[in-house]
T-cell receptor, first 117, second 117 residues
């Protein structure tokens, strides 16, 4: 396993278009997280999944954003009707949740850089 | 809510200089504290962690001590190298179940470190 992979690495889109990003976590990891990072800031939590269930969503995740993890493996993050303010790096991370509800270390992908023009 | 404040950067040092990057936090419950590093062109990597008060995390010559009384987790290294040039993020996570949670993280804004030969 080569770690968390994200596709595409870069995406340029016109305002108003829809975009979809994919994240493939480390294969045995049952938790998957999405973060957004804008220039000069730290990553901000968006949402996370335990297997296929989406357990928490941040208030940052507007109605235009939707995330899925249909089979508990890879995940997609879709942004509808993109706005210039959506320009950011979108990071995915995965970890393994243990029986006592604690987690192993979260491993991050290299991110997808979105530019909305 | 949870928040993390890091010293503003960028920080520029000569090789073999002493490094300190300050980090303070506010959190509900019993947070675990982390330092992540992002090398140019790479994803975030966990550098070190501490899960309870007075714990010292260490890795690759870096150290940080969990100080509950001052709500701080300052990163230090006695002698930096050019290869340490990167962006450093302080982060925390809390677990409602009481177990250590490495998943949903709250990050500081990051500190850019540049080390010159």
């Amino acid at each position: 396993d080569t770690g968390v992979s994200q596709d595409p690495r870069h995406k340029i889109t016109k305002r108003g278009q829809n975009v979809t990003f994919r994240c493939d976590p480390i294969s045995e990891h049952n938790r998957l997280y999405w973060y957004r990072q804008t220039l000069g800031q730290g990553p901000e939590f968006l949402t996370y999944f335990q297997n296929e269930a989406q357990l928490e969503k941040s208030r940052l995740l507007s109605d235009r954003f939707s995330a899925e993890r249909p089979k508990g493996s890879f995940s997609t993050l879709e942004i509808q009707r993109t706005e210039q303010g959506d320009s950011a790096m979108y990071l995915c991370a995965s970890s393994f949740s243990l029986r006592d509800r604690s987690n192993t270390e979260a491993f991050f992908g290299q991110g997808t850089r979105l530019t909305v023009v | 809510g949870n928040s993390v404040t890091q010293m503003e950067g960028p920080v520029t040092l000569s090789e073999e200089a002493f490094l300190t990057i300050n980090c303070t936090y506010t959190a509900t419950g019993y947070p675990s504290l982390f330092w992540y590093v992002q090398y140019p062109g790479e994803g975030l990597q966990l550098l070190l962690k501490a899960t309870k008060a007075d714990d010292k995390g260490s890795n690759k010559g870096f150290e940080a001590t969990y100080r509950k009384e001052t709500t701080s987790f300052h990163l230090e290294k006695g002698s930096v190298q050019v290869s340490d040039s990167a962006v450093y993020f302080c982060a925390l996570s809390t677990s409602r179940a009481g177990g250590t949670s490495y998943g949903k993280l709250t990050f500081g804004q990051g500190t850019i470190l540049t080390v010159h030969p």
